[in-house]
């Protein structure tokens, strides 16, 4: 072999073996954690769904854990948080075992990421400590002792000492998201009002009520069964160097394919925002085109984006 040709092979193979690792470095994934596996709700599609929309942006890989059902032994269910870049609760049952609450919050403590979705917001209504990292919850016995009510007056965020219980909602309807932050990295660039897919609209919840940055409030109208109040939807939440994303939104339908609230659009790139921003405090996805508008609602059925929905 001339040595011209040898160079040139070498140089080939030495291209070869560094394309990789830098064509890793630029897909690097986000590594994701849902736990599920109890919850009044159906937990056996909303833990495939959140998978989808996360495993499907390309942006995270997700692990599942599951607990063991409902009155089964929980002392198997020792996640190892530290793991992973953002925590996805999908739970509302047993309590976990000691080891495992100490080292959620511990986690938590540390500055990690967490997305409460819909009902992990009912979980754990006596534990002090998990109620003030999901700031409002509701059901599961919860009421003044809980904390007060929060919801907004002209604009204004209120708390409510007044007795009653804590947690409710109307019927399910669409109804239109209003932005309370367009400067957070979750919302920038979102439209200010838009029409989210038939959901239910929680209210009345109650708690420490330490939300950070209010992201999104709606109306619970009374006509439908509501409060009467501008309810908090979306929002983070202060605790210490935590980046905590509480998304009240997403009630699970019966299959993947009747599931409306999961499948608007609205709702997945909430997820996938709030998500990435609780993994890094950045978000770096732009806005897609078939966002809901403050006419209408969206829908990615597949959970997935179009192809051409990135601007
Ligand atoms: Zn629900």
Sequence with gaps: M???????????????????????????????????GQNNHNWQVSHRVLRLILDQSG???CDIM?????????????????EYDVVVLDYNGDRW????????????KRGGGVVVYHAADNAFAEWEEFNKIIALGGWEGRNEKSGPYYY????????????????????QRE??????????????????????????????????????????S???????????REEPLVFTVDYGKARIFHLMLGHCGPTL?????????????LLLRGAEWAATGKVKQAVPADFPTDKRPSFRPAYKAPYDAER
């Design 2 to 36: 001339k040595s011209s040709l040898r160079i040139t092979l070498a140089i080939i193979i030495a291209l070869f073996t560094i394309a990789p690792t830098n064509v890793e470095a630029k897909t690097k994934k986000l590594k994701a954690l849902i736990v599920s």
């Design 59 to 61: 942006l995270f890989e």
């Design 66 to 82: 599951l607990t063991e059902p409902a009155g089964g032994d929980m002392s198997g269910f020792t996640p190892d948080f530290e």
């Design 97 to 108: 075992p000691k080891q495992t609450d100490e080292a959620f919050v511990k986690y938590v």
């Design 152 to 171: 907004l007056i002209n604009g204004i965020g209120v708390l409510d000492n007044g007795p009653g219980a804590g947690g409710s909602h109307g019927q």
């Design 175 to 216: 109804y239109p998201m209003h932005c309370r932050n367009e400067k957070h990295p979750i919302t920038k660039g979102l439209p200010n009002n838009w029409v989210h897919g038939r959901d239910e609209m929680y209210d009345r919840m109650r708690g420490p009520a330490n939300i950070k940055d209010l992201l999104y």
């Design 218 to 228: 709606g109306y619970a109208d009374e006509k439908t069964g509501g409060s009467g």
């Design 257 to 269: 394919d009747n599931n409306p609230a999961m499948q608007c659009t609205g709702f997945q790139v």
